[in-house]
C-alpha cells in the first residue's frame, strides 16, 4: 500500500532561507582573497551587511510568533502550542513555539496537527 504525502506548510522555510543567506556570506568573506576582501569592503554591499544581520537576527524571533495556515483547511494555527513530540511522544508540559526542540529528547519536530480539523502536515 502506498503511504499518502503529508502537506507542507513552509514553516522551517523561514528560518532555513535566513540561516542559508547567512553562512553564504561568511563563507563568501573567509575563502576571498585579500584584494578581493579590500575592493568588497569599500563596497555599499559590505556596508549592508551590519543592518542585513541585524535584520535576520529580528527577523528570526519575529517569524516565529506569526500563526501558520492549515494546508488541509486553510485555518490560522498558533505557532505557540503545548505539543505533542512525535518521537518520544510526551507532551511539552508547557507552551512552546513548534520550531523549539523537544524538551525531552531534543529532537525538532517535522510535523504537526491542526487543532481544528485534526490533519497532520509538515513544518
Not at 578581493?36 to 569592503?41: D, R, T
Not at 542585513?52 to 495556515?69: C, E, N, Q, T, Y
Request: aromatic letters at 16%; a positive charge; one cysteine or more.
Amino acid at each position: 500500500m502506498e503511504e499518502k504525502s503529508l502537506k507542507n506548510s513552509f514553516f522551517h522555510f523561514r528560518f532555513k532561507f535566513l540561516a542559508i543567506t547567512s553562512i553564504a556570506f561568511l563563507i563568501y568573506v573567509i575563502l576571498s582573497g585579500t584584494g578581493e576582501f579590500e575592493e568588497f569592503a569599500a563596497s555599499t554591499q559590505f556596508k549592508l551587511i551590519g543592518p542585513f544581520f541585524l535584520f535576520a537576527g529580528i527577523s528570526f524571533l519575529v517569524f516565529r510568533k506569526f500563526p501558520i495556515k492549515c494546508p488541509n483547511c486553510s485555518k490560522l494555527i498558533s505557532t505557540r502550542k503545548n505539543w505533542e513530540c512525535e518521537y518520544c511522544h510526551k507532551i511539552q508540559g508547557k507552551d512552546r513555539y513548534l520550531m523549539d526542540k523537544c524538551v525531552h529528547c531534543r529532537q525538532v519536530q517535522a510535523n504537526a496537527s491542526c487543532e481544528h480539523c485534526k490533519g497532520q502536515f509538515r513544518l
